[in-house]
């Protein structure tokens, strides 16, 4: 009998199964460790580094992971647009990056640095463009339309570089910039900020902000509602090149020099602070400042590592391992709330 009356409170839904109770509790858990869990394990390493890292605690390392971290941070906020749409990357901001810093000094060096910074936008605008109208309206994969163009982009560079170095003015304005600090904070570190609070208004202010994200959450509503989704596409791949050139404007200001191999592995470190940051590769959740706050992770664990004396192939083990972490943590959050 009593058997009974569970059973008919169950099909009633006045009682769930304790089996179910503990699934949705687990479920519920991964979605916050998901969405939230970025704001504790950023606390919980900064209070480990504090308190166990030598040299941590120091005005010049905390000013050297302030120089480090922007331009990766600045090139992964704008590429937060194009993964937050999803399914998409950007692996093209590698070459975009090495492309500004190199015009930059190099146009300048000859023309001044007003030209310099239009002829980087116009490269910017190319390269967001033609990745947007591939992917946009071609429905072209995005991984092998941003490494094509990747490789076009770097071998141009090549080309017209010849694969030198280009090094800026001691007394310029690109390395004033670089070394000017407001107290112990670099500028870098300042326009990252900026940067952040820009797109972070652009993504959730404005109608163009709110279609990237609806188009991430449902294409194909999205696209019934009239929407030229095209363009989206490309309005996302447009803000992560501008992006990423502000992002090698940063870089070379902070060395005063330019060469097409000095952003390697920049989209690979970007990708991995959005990731760690908890937007979804899937498209449709994530924000800005969670991105920012993944830079700040990735940045302290990698200065941790360095300090520890790990070696360059044990850091990337490490950042590889985060991003598989991060991912499944994201995949399993995923399946558990479209149930």
């Known amino acids: 009998m009593a058997q009974e009356t569970l059973t008919e409170q169950m099909a009633l839904g006045e009682m769930p199964p304790a089996d179910d109770k503990v699934k949705k509790s687990r479920g519920a858990a991964v979605t916050w460790v998901a969405e939230n869990g970025i704001f504790v394990f950023t606390a919980i390493l900064v209070l480990f580094a504090v308190l166990f890292i030598d040299g941590f605690v120091s005005l010049q390392n905390i000013t050297d992971v302030f120089h480090r971290a922007a331009p990766i941070g600045i090139v992964a906020v704008g590429m937060t647009f194009v993964v937050i749409s999803g399914n998409y990357l950007d692996l093209s901001v590698v070459a975009q990056v090495a492309t500004a810093a190199v015009i930059l000094i190099a146009v300048s060096n000859e023309y001044g640095i007003f030209l310099a910074v239009l002829a980087s936008l116009a490269a910017a605008l190319v390269y967001g463009i033609v990745n947007g109208v591939a992917v946009g309206y071609f429905k072209a994969n995005a991984v092998i339309v941003t490494l094509s163009t990747t490789y076009i982009g770097l071998g141009v560079l090549r080309y017209f570089s010849g694969g030198s170095i280009f090094f800026g003015p001691q007394d310029g304005p690109i390395r004033e910039f670089g070394l000017a600090k407001l107290g112990p904070v670099p500028y870098s570190a300042l326009v990252l900020l900026a940067m952040t609070i820009l797109l972070s208004i ?138």
């Open 202 to 339: 652009l993504l959730t202010r404005t109608n163009f902000g709110f279609l990237v994200r609806s188009f991430g959450v449902n294409e194909k509503a999205t696209r019934l509602g009239g929407t030229n989704t095209g363009l989206v596409i490309i309005g996302a791949f447009i803000v992560t090149a501008i992006a990423a050139m502000i992002g090698g404007f940063v870089l070379a200001a902070f060395s005063n020099t330019a060469v097409s191999a000095m952003s390697q592995g920049y989209e690979f470190r970007a990708l991995a602070a959005i990731i760690v940051g908890g937007t979804s590769v899937f498209g449709g959740r994530g924000s800005i400042f969670r991105t920012l706050l993944g830079v700040i992770f990735v940045s302290v664990l990698t200065n941790i590592l360095v300090l520890s004396g790990i070696s360059f192939g044990y850091q990337q083990v490490a950042l590889g391992l985060l991003i598989v972490i991060a991912v499944s943590i994201d995949a399993i959050a995923r399946k558990v709330s479209t149930r």
